[in-house]
């Protein structure tokens, strides 16, 4: 599978273990090159960001409905093979879940969780969706595209950005979404959720109190199945790495990194 991987080398490398970041759903590797690949370059680590199949540059489009996330896990898989050493997993939203599915059978030596898909599913966020947007709900499963529950820049501002966020910075990330696998989709409501007893892993925990995808309770019980530190960003909405306090947020992340001596 050709992946779309984008890389950024630090001027001075302090580190030996790169980081690897996953996006979430109707994203890519777009997302982490606004402001975290430079910042974890600049603080001497070799990262990367992947676009899963079927997103950005990779293949798999035409399959892309359909994809399960063992696709996706596969998709980690190979890239962490081309690398120098076992990276960093960071995950956020979908790309959460994916990590999450990843560590249960394979050696890492730190993982972070940022808004990402609990353990239990989505069954929850599922019915705040349908609650607040039912036919944008109904179009999806009618149509088996995930896209309806972010298809304008209102909805999409709803789901991952703050309310003040300026509007031409909202069009400038809608312009760059798409559409999902509907069979993932399946896979976080029941079909194949994460074993967190099987992940021996260390974890960190990031969540956004303005989240209105995956609520405080949610993150919060995510951080109690796996037993890690956890930490609530206020003012914050899901798109954690594109909003205005992402700074706060990687510099968490750098924070318990050099508490674990990566």
Not at 19 to 45: K, Q, R, T
Not at 170 to 181: G, T
Not at 236 to 258: P, S, T
Request: glycine letters at 6%; one cysteine or more; hydrophobic letters at 45%.
């Amino acid at each position: 599978m050709k992946l779309e991987v984008i890389e950024k080398k630090p001027s001075k490398k302090l580190h030996s273990t790169p980081i690897l970041f996953v996006h979430g759903m109707w994203h890519g590797a777009w997302c982490w090159a606004e402001h975290f690949l430079p910042y974890f370059a600049d603080h001497g680590y070799r990262v990367y960001a992947l676009s899963l199949r079927g997103h950005g540059k990779s293949e798999g489009r035409e399959k892309l409905r359909w994809t399960t996330v063992s696709g996706y896990v596969a998709d980690v898989a190979q890239v962490v093979k081309e690398l120098e050493k076992p990276p960093v997993l960071v995950g956020h939203s979908m790309g959460g879940m994916i990590v999450q599915k990843y560590i249960e059978t394979h050696k890492c030596p730190a993982a972070v969780l940022m808004a990402s898909v609990p353990p239990r599913g989505v069954i929850s966020t599922t019915m705040r969706i349908l609650s607040r947007h039912p036919l944008a709900f109904l179009k999806c499963n009618l149509t088996f595209s995930m896209l309806p529950v972010v298809a304008t820049p209102q909805l999409a501002q709803e789901a991952f950005f703050s309310a003040d966020m300026p509007e031409k910075t909202v069009k400038r990330y809608f312009s760059k979404l798409q559409d999902d696998s509907f069979r993932i989709y399946l896979d976080m409501l029941g079909l194949n959720l994460p074993k967190p007893k099987k992940v021996k892993t260390p974890v960190l925990v990031l969540g956004a109190a303005d989240d209105t995808i995956f609520s405080v309770a949610q993150i919060e019980a995510t951080a109690r199945a796996y037993g890690a530190e956890m930490e609530i960003f206020p003012n914050m909405a899901h798109d954690m790495m594109l909003e205005a306090g992402w700074q706060a947020v990687a510099d968490r992340i750098l924070k318990w990194l050099k508490k674990k001596s990566v």
